[in-house]
């Protein structure tokens, strides 16, 4: 705890006077252009790994990247799309996965979860991509498993995610992407979902279209 007072006062003392400005003009509104949706895992840090500033990305986490279809789940991930699509008006939102995902170990292997019912039942929403590794991905083992998993896991949700009415409605209307990432922690490299050849290819600066076309098994390369 001490560790994070001692931060509070950094900020305040050598990093907030440099961006008052920045600050001041917050505190009027915000006007975030991305949903970026991605797990609860400490070891990411989406302002970091996309260098933006305060209120450039709306931020939802979760164990998992989990997104629950329109109808299935009381919590606060439908609440949260809502408000970012229909009341901010976002352009693009992001599911984005990571490597040595905790969550998908846990989807794969129920003993791993067995003493935490809530996450247990949490994963259910990702059961989709357990199966798909099941029945698609037999050959491999450790950590390509999970890897595929991952993958598998971002393509899931994001088709829950387009039951969602404000995101359907928008998407309908060609006002929104949508697009799928897998953060890999060891290397720093970002992996989008590309349609066209419907695999995780490496993120360059070129822009990458939203994942519009079925997914086709993945090579599993992350």
Not at 6 to 33: M, Y
Not at 36 to 42: A, E, L, N
Not at 172 to 200: C, M, S
């Given at each position: ?51 933006t500033e305060p209120g450039e990305l709306f931020i939802l986490r979760n164990a998992g990247n989990i997104v629950p279809p329109h109808g299935a789940s009381n919590g606060g ?146």
């Open positions: 705890m001490q560790k994070l007072i001692n931060g509070i006062h950094h900020f305040q003392e050598s990093i907030f006077g440099s961006q008052r400005e920045l600050f001041e003009r917050l505190a009027h509104g915000q006007s975030p252009e991305t949903l970026f949706i991605t797990c609860s895992d400490s070891r990411i840090n989406p302002n970091l790994i996309t260098q991930e439908a609440a949260t799309i809502e408000f970012a699509v229909a009341g901010l008006g976002v352009r693009d939102i992001i599911i984005c996965g990571h490597s040595h995902c905790g969550a998908m170990k846990g989807l794969l292997d129920e003993t791993l979860v067995a003493d935490t019912p809530a996450v247990r039942q949490w994963l259910t929403h990702a059961d989709a991509a357990r199966r798909t590794v099941q029945e698609n991905y037999a050959d491999l083992e450790g950590a390509p498993r999970i890897s595929a998993c991952v993958q598998e896991n971002v393509l899931t949700q994001l088709e829950n995610l387009r039951t969602h009415p404000s995101v359907a409605a928008r998407l309908a209307r060609g006002q929104l992407n949508v697009h799928g990432w897998v953060y890999k922690i060891e290397t720093g490299q970002v992996f989008a979902y590309d349609p066209v050849i419907g695999q995780f290819a490496a993120l360059t600066q070129a822009s990458i279209p939203a994942p519009s076309t079925p997914k086709r098994h993945l090579t599993v390369s992350i």
